[in-house]
């Protein structure tokens, strides 16, 4: 643009030259040299000017534990709420976001701000935050002592927590027994674990999987060698003899009749299904 300037003043100064005196030749030299380097620092100005930084949104680290209430870590994939509280007695939430969270021997890690952004607006110091189980009741609330994923150690108003303070930890509902990071029961383990560590019905089965179960009931069976006879009924003396259910069958009883002796004997077999 400045070079056009210079281009447009120079040709009317040659135009003109002819027919002025020395001094107003001068003067319109001056006055065109005057107007390019105005318009070449305006020009200047525009492209000099910084592109404003794009204010880079907050992601944030967030590790916690869960328990049973019998104080054992929980393993399995629960949909938990994660909310972001000014005070620790607020009950209104500057930020909340849920989704499902594998939990494994109790420990989970989660990225708050990864998909629902956390407003630049809120600050993260001295913040606390709540998590709960996605409609039901808070399970634990703390101070939020996290790192910014996004922030710079050389950056001194960076918003990242350096000490942690005191925390009292939860409450049981059921009595006060300390829990640390939160606590889920059985109904919420069973409706929500989807593979659990520890499953409940698993321990009480000798501790077999699903799998293992399986193999168990599906697998044939046989009859041992080893038999068992009972007492005698009837008086002593007569033939021997020896009755036998049919193959696949086994005695599930016996009946008979009798006076002074025994006058007759019935086995009953049931079948193997």
Not at 112 to 127: F, Q
Not at 179 to 208: C, L, P, S, W
Request: aromatic share 6%; charged share 20%.
């Amino acid at each position: 643009m400045g070079r056009m300037a210079a281009i447009s003043f120079s040709s009317v100064v040659r135009k003109k030259m002819g027919g002025l005196s020395l001094k107003q030749t001068i003067w319109h030299v001056t006055m065109a040299t005057a107007v390019v380097v105005w318009l070449c620092a305006i020009v200047g100005t525009v492209t000099a000017a910084p592109a404003k930084k794009a204010a880079a949104s907050k992601v944030v680290s967030y590790a916690g534990t869960l328990h049973d209430h019998n104080g054992s870590p929980v393993g399995g994939i629960y949909p938990l709420t994660f909310s972001i509280f000014s005070e620790q007695a607020d009950s209104k939430a500057k930020w909340s976001d849920s989704f499902w969270v594998s939990v494994d021997n109790g420990r989970y890690t989660v990225e708050l701000g990864r998909n629902k952004k956390i407003p630049s607006s809120l600050s993260l110091a001295n913040s606390y935050v709540g998590v709960s189980l996605s409609g039901g009741a808070e399970l634990v609330r703390e101070r939020l002592v996290v790192e910014d994923a996004n922030a710079d150690s050389s950056d001194p108003t960076s918003e990242t927590p350096s000490a942690r303070q005191p925390v009292h930890p939860s409450q049981s509902p059921h009595g006060n027994v300390p829990i640390r990071g939160g606590n889920v029961d059985y109904a919420e383990k069973a409706g929500f674990a989807y593979e659990a560590e520890h499953a409940t019905n698993a321990d009480k089965i000798a501790n077999m999987d699903v799998e293992q179960l399986k193999s168990q009931l599906t697998k044939p069976i046989k009859l041992g060698t080893k038999t068992t006879v009972t007492g005698q009924a009837g008086g002593k003396g007569g033939y021997e003899f020896e009755e036998l259910c049919p193959k696949g069958y086994v005695v599930t009883g016996m009946k008979g009749a009798a006076g002074i002796y025994l006058d007759s004997i019935q086995l009953v077999c049931s079948p193997l299904e």
